[in-house]
């Protein structure tokens, strides 16, 4: 079993921090990096008051039936896509009633995959009102560290989107000033 990563350890405790002191809650969905992220989130003490759950969409067609996300969008762009992120991190947000959800789609290797090169990883947030970010990575390395690495995006990427939601609520309630 690979070693914890120390970082995104620190990122996952302070991504349960926000959500906890927000009374906000988060679902993940996960393709290439088969749970991982979850496993970072859950080892976290207290992580059951803002982590509902995920869902481990590994074949293609558990992204469309169980996390909506659309057949023809699969059928024309493939599993490994910045749209298909996106659905499936509103999918396990609405399937999960949470109000975050984060998603990560990619090619992990050792072999390209709808056409996408190895290294090749799409990673999105769906929020609450509509909020929500993506990120397109290109990444190297053999498989087990193309899926740490993920891990790490997937959860910068929840806590920046996190703190930016924050500030634009803070902002609203002084008047944006």
């Not at 988060?26 to 496993?39: H, K, N, P, R």
């Not at 709808?114 to 390395?141: I, Y």
Request: charge should be neutral; aromatic fraction near 2%.
């Amino acid at each position: 079993m690979a070693a914890r990563d120390a970082g995104s350890e620190a990122v996952a405790a302070r991504v349960l921090r926000l959500l906890v002191a927000r009374g906000e809650t988060l679902a993940v969905a996960e393709s290439l990096t088969g749970g991982l992220v979850a496993a970072e989130l859950s080892a976290v003490p207290g992580a059951s008051r803002a982590f509902r759950g995920s869902v481990t969409a590994y074949a293609t067609e558990v992204k469309e039936s169980v996390l909506g996300v659309p057949g023809p969008l699969l059928a024309e762009r493939g599993a490994v896509d910045a749209e298909v992120a996106a659905r499936m991190a509103e999918g396990v947000r609405r399937l999960l009633g949470a109000d975050w959800g984060l998603a990560t789609t990619g090619v992990a290797g050792p072999e390209p995959q709808d056409g996408k090169p190895v290294g090749t990883v799409h990673v999105a947030v769906a929020g609450p009102g509509g909020a929500g970010r993506g990120a397109a990575l290109r990444l190297n390395g053999d498989r087990g560290s193309i899926r740490r690495e993920s891990v790490k995006e997937a959860s910068r990427l929840l806590l920046g989107e996190l703190v930016e939601n924050a500030r634009a609520k803070d902002t609203e309630r002084s008047g944006g000033i």
